[in-house]
């Protein structure tokens, strides 16, 4: 039985922080740092999933017959797992970022708690790190269904099989053709499983599109109290600049 990773929830650190949110009543920054931790403990366990389905499909790999089918699907495959590897180090990236990150405003916290000061973590660059995260998961989309697209050409290469010089001339002979020795059943069994890691990564697509826009609703708050203290800033500097006139007069 595979290895249970450990929830990002769990982490001593994370857990400290939350309660940090709870104590101060920042309810609306516990409720989206709380979804944020749910998709990273939810795409963790769905890359396990992808992982698991890639390797069934190496070990079919490795069980065919024919050595040019199995060289032309080693080349697709091993591509595919580049790219969810790719995926997988991003997703490990945002979560040591959201701890460390967790970890400096605790820490802040606890060191100005008396002045009221609550410093959050840096929402925009999460965001940036799910953009690449989402953008390996399309790559990785791509890629697997490159597979399916080399087990179809190979499964109709299978099926014409019979009519090769080959199998002409053991028939001649009174033998029997030969036969594709459970290939065909290994590359529909690969089709399946890239199939299905093909639905999986449009999932975790989906799941990470909405946590963007939920991160930049998140966002929204402190973006209007920068146009504000802008545009305050605007003002006071046309007021000093007027002033300048009016004494130059």
């Known amino acids: 039985m595979d290895k249970q990773l450990p929830s990002i929830q769990n982490d001593a650190v994370v857990q400290e922080y939350m309660e940090m949110l709870f104590r101060t009543n920042k309810k609306k920054e516990f409720q989206d740092t709380e979804e944020l931790l749910q998709y990273i403990d939810n795409m963790e366990k769905q890359f396990e999933e992808v992982t698991k389905e890639l390797h ?9 017959q024919n ?5 032309r699907l080693t080349d697709v495959v091993d591509k595919t797992q580049i ?7 991003k997703l490990n990236m945002l979560k040591d970022n959201v701890i460390i990150s967790m970890k400096d405003c605790f820490e802040a916290f606890k060191k100005r708690s008396k002045d009221g000061v609550i410093k959050t973590i840096n929402v925009l660059h999460f965001k940036e790190a799910l953009g690449g995260i989402r953008k390996s998961l399309f790559i990785a989309m791509n890629k697997t269904n490159d597979i399916v697209h080399t087990c179809d ?3 109709s290469e299978l099926r014409n099989a019979k009519r090769n010089f080959k199998n002409v001339g053991l028939l001649m002979l009174g033998r029997p053709a030969q036969k594709d020795n459970g290939d065909k059943a290994k590359l529909n069994l690969m089709q399946k499983s890239s199939r299905s890691i093909h639905s999986m990564l449009e999932r975790m697509v989906v799941k990470t599109t909405r946590t963007l826009h939920k991160l930049e609703n998140f966002e929204k708050p402190s973006v209007k109290s920068e146009i504000k203290l802008l545009s305050s800033q605007s003002k006071s500097q046309d007021s000093i600049n007027h002033k300048k006139k009016e004494q130059s007069r």
């Open 153 to 155: 050409a190979m499964t």
């Open 56 to 64: 069934d499909i190496k070990e079919l790999l490795n069980g065919l």
């Open 83 to 89: 790219v969810i590897n790719d995926g997988k180090d």
């Open 67 to 71: 050595p040019t089918m199995r060289s």
